[in-house]
């Protein structure tokens, strides 16, 4: 029976940063051959991602045959460092709570169009949303799912009135729900009215983010470990959490809604060197792998028991220059400099080779707003010693690089990535040290704006341009007149732009981008935002990857995907 609506107060801290409205059709990205997406920005502020996997060969059993029935042995580089997805902006901690938890929309396997999850209808006008769910739903803990989980999950995400607040939450929970909930309504148990605070055209699309799942309001309210344990309604629930072994075993949920997974289990293991991660899927020791470069592609390429499958990124890898930590930074003169001093097309074509290409600016090809008309910064020295010298940084300077040291899809060799950087920036007098760290250590050190300049990437977590040009440069603060940066410590401050970057004129041009409803005119705005980060320059854009994974013969019904998933519950094993 339908009970008194139940309402939601907005958080009176949170940001109104423009919003749009009906979400535009966005470019279906059909995936090629099979797969599975990580979903999860991997920002390095993480929407990202975490490991505690060293990079060695080490990292599990060896015992992979799981606990009988049909198990799907799923490689990766990295371990997850938690199971809340409250917790992260990780892609690897995502690739396993995609398993266990789902949100009210999906992505289609393989494509960017939305589908039916939690929601069966949904509609959105203006600043106001309306959802209806879906009846018959049990969580893993046996409860049932209802309206009041969804409020409970955003309230423990935003809402820091709610007595389960969760206080170290993700810098997700501000752009993906709390910067555009004004107040959440439930009229009946399977019934949501969400009032936006504007209009805001990406919404929709930031229901079916990794980071927007429904949690048990049990599990929440209760006593349960979010970091340890999943209580969702997916088509796997967890089994073991093997940290000391870096692996992660699922089984498939008796009580799941839908036609539920094609396998008994998954098992999620970690092999840190991609050389030994191809080697075991070809020895048929895994079924599945991500994370690969040229190299372990080869491997794959003669083998007669996998193969290789690819589908066109959403993503993007960059070096982020730290303007509130160093001041050289602040002049758009040495971040140009920077940009003509680095050999990115070497990068891309010998140690990225045939996995990507250059990038230019921060909206991927595949999205609409990518302006065609700007082209990758020229390796160009004596370019950027002038720019050095006109900015009085001619005798150069010194820095350090962070970066990681297990492979990411849009940076699959970073220590190579690094060492280039390193030796092209010597050729200019600019002294750098590289820091290369374990992933969470990493991205622990880089959300506290430690860093000089770092080595990052993102993966789209909703297919649209807001994705890229505000969660990652857009400071979501108010910043200082006349000023193009803004302190880290500030109150509020985006951790995800990890440039700490604060450019007015592009901030604008995002702003009503988020408010506007017509996709061309949407577009039109984001290709201007996009020139402007190219020209004032606050990465070196590096590249776009495509999604590439190793899959075994046996392997059937898998879609690589660029975007949600991986779908493993559709994956048939012969």
């Known amino acids: 029976m339908p009970r008194e609506a139940e309402q939601v107060p907005r958080r009176s801290f949170l940001k109104v940063a423009g919003a749009t409205a009906a979400t535009a059709s966005i470019t279906s990205l059909a995936g090629c051959g099979g797969g599975g997406g990580d979903s999860g920005g991997d920002s390095d502020g993480d929407s990202g991602d975490d490991t505690g996997d060293s990079g060695d060969d080490t990292g599990d059993s060896g015992d992979d045959s799981g606990g009988g029935g049909t198990s799907l042995r799923y490689g990766r580089g990295a371990h997850s460092s938690t199971l809340d997805p409250q917790n992260t902006t990780s892609g690897e901690v995502a690739k396993v709570t995609n398993q266990a938890y789902e949100g009210l929309i999906a992505f289609q396997p393989g494509e960017a169009a939305l589908t039916e999850s939690l929601a069966t209808d949904w509609s959105l006008d203006g600043d106001s949303v309306t959802l209806t769910l879906r009846e018959d739903v049990t969580f893993h803990d046996g409860s049932d799912f209802t309206a009041d989980d969804f409020i409970a999950t955003y309230r423990r995400f935003v809402d820091d009135d709610y007595e389960y607040h969760f206080e170290d939450s993700s810098v997700y929970g501000p752009f993906t729900l709390g910067n555009w909930i004004d107040e ?75 036609e539920g997974a094609n396998v008994d289990e ?76 680095i050999d990115t097309a070497t990068i891309v074509e010998e140690i990225y080779s045939g996995i990507a290409t250059q990038a230019d600016q921060p909206i991927p090809p595949a999205l609409f707003g990518h302006n065609d008309d700007i082209s990758p910064y020229e390796y160009d020295p ?26 990411r899809g849009y940076n699959p060799a970073p220590l190579p990535t690094a060492e280039t950087i390193r030796s092209n920036l010597a050729d200019v007098g600019i002294e750098m040290e590289i820091d290369d760290r374990q992933f969470s250590d990493y991205l622990t050190y880089t959300s506290e704006g430690r860093h000089d300049a770092t080595l990052a990437g993102w993966y789209t977590d909703n297919a649209d341009p807001d994705n890229f040009c505000y969660v990652l440069l857009h400071p979501q603060v ?22 700490a970057w604060a ?67 559709q994956v048939e094993l012969e």
């Open 266 to 341: 998954v098992l999620f293991l970690t092999r840190g060197q991609n050389s030994t991660r191809a080697q075991a899927l070809v020895e048929e020791e895994l079924d599945i792998i991500d994370g690969l470069d040229p190299d372990s592609m080869q491997i794959i390429e003669g083998s007669d028991t996998a193969e290789n499958r690819t589908a066109t990124g959403i993503n993007i890898g960059y070096m982020a220059f730290n303007l509130s930590r160093v001041e050289a930074f602040r002049d758009r003169r040495v971040r140009q400099a920077i940009s003509h001093a």
């Open 184 to 258: 959440v309504e439930a009229p009946g148990d399977y019934e949501l009215s969400i009032s936006l605070t504007q209009t805001y055209a990406p919404f929709l699309r930031n229901l079916a983010m990794f980071a927007a799942v429904v949690i048990s309001q049990e599990a929440i309210e209760g006593d349960t470990n979010l970091d340890d344990e999943m209580v969702g309604t997916g088509p796997f629930q967890l089994e073991t959490l093997d940290d000391a072994n870096n692996r992660i075993q699922l089984t498939a949920y008796d009580d799941y809604w839908g």
């Open 382 to 407: 004596e370019q950027a010693q002038s720019l050095l010298e006109e900015a009085g940084y001619g005798d150069g300077f010194s820095f350090t690089l962070t970066t990681f040291q297990n492979p």
């Open 503 to 569: 450019n007015s004129e592009y901030m604008s041009l995002v702003e009503e981008a988020q408010r506007t409803t017509n996709q061309d005119d949407r577009a039109d705005l984001y290709s201007q935002a996009a020139q402007i980060a190219h020209d004032e320059a606050p990465w070196v854009f590096i590249d776009y990857a495509d999604e590439v994974r190793g899959v075994r013969n046996a392997v059937s019904n898998y879609t690589v995907a660029a975007i949600g998933g991986p779908f493993l519950e």
């Open 478 to 499: 108010e910043v200082p007149e006349g000023q193009d940066w803004v302190s880290w410590d500030t109150e509020g401050f985006n951790t995800s732009n990890n440039a």
